[in-house]
């Protein structure tokens, strides 16, 4: 199976910071990657798929980036509807795979 | 708009069963890849299973295999989970999701609970 690992688990930041978000894969996912956000009680809403494309509706402070083994999640200035938990996933290889989580909060 | 509700959780005995369903709205749903992730309490998500449009492939996780079936009926636009043999580690939010590689609209969750 291939590994997920996300760096940091929290990230404490402040309303008008750049915020990135690390995703390393235990073997190439070439750019078969998604984004996901997640707020307490509600379900993951896809941000990002094939590591830099947009899904609809989502704002552009979101990008994604990155190809093979590494990637990354910005945020190019932290808006409050912002704080949540992220994750990333793969979808190059059977099982399906996610990262355990960056929790976004506060400073 | 793309609508999913899931329904049929609950609480069950180990060695137990249960079947969830989600019934999907807004979109062509026999055109769709669907899948099943569950995220126990407190944790991070797994991603459990997988369904062809047609229902003609079906991809699950190890932990689940031989274990769990996904089908759908394209006629009710209904997916579904038959969950057999239920362990304590089954706990979990189960959510109905669109998509077979990456989850593009997702329910709102039913809560497995397996436990005497």
């Known amino acids: 199976d291939i590994q997920m690992t996300q760096s940091p688990s929290t990230l404490s930041a402040s309303v008008g910071d750049r915020v990135t978000i690390t995703c390393r894969a235990s073997q190439s996912i070439s750019s078969w990657l998604a984004w996901y956000q997640q707020k307490p009680g509600k379900a993951p809403k896809l941000l990002v798929y094939k590591a830099s494309s947009l899904e609809s509706g989502v704002p552009s402070r979101f990008s994604g980036s990155g190809s093979g083994t590494e990637f990354t999640l910005t945020i190019s200035s932290l808006q409050p509807d912002d704080f949540a938990t992220y994750y990333c996933q793969q979808y190059i290889d059977f099982p399906w795979t996610f990262g355990q989580g960056t929790k976004v909060e506060i400073k | 708009e793309v609508h999913l509700v899931e329904s049929g959780g609950g609480l069950v005995q180990p060695g137990g069963s249960l079947r969830l369903s989600c019934a999907a709205f807004?979109?062509?749903?026999?055109?769709?890849?669907m899948s099943w992730v569950r995220q126990a309490p407190g944790k991070g998500l797994e991603w459990v299973a997988s369904i062809k449009q047609d229902g003609s492939d079906k991809y699950y996780v190890d932990s689940v295999k031989g274990r769990f079936t996904i089908s759908k009926d394209n006629a009710k636009n209904s997916l579904y989970l038959q969950m057999n043999s239920l362990r304590a580690e089954d706990t979990a939010f189960y959510y109905c999701?669109?998509?077979?590689?990456?989850?593009?609209?997702w329910g709102q969750g039913t809560l497995v609970t397996v436990s005497s």
């Open positions: 999701a669109r998509g077979g590689s990456y989850f593009g609209s």
């Open positions: 807004g979109f062509t749903f026999s055109n769709s890849w």
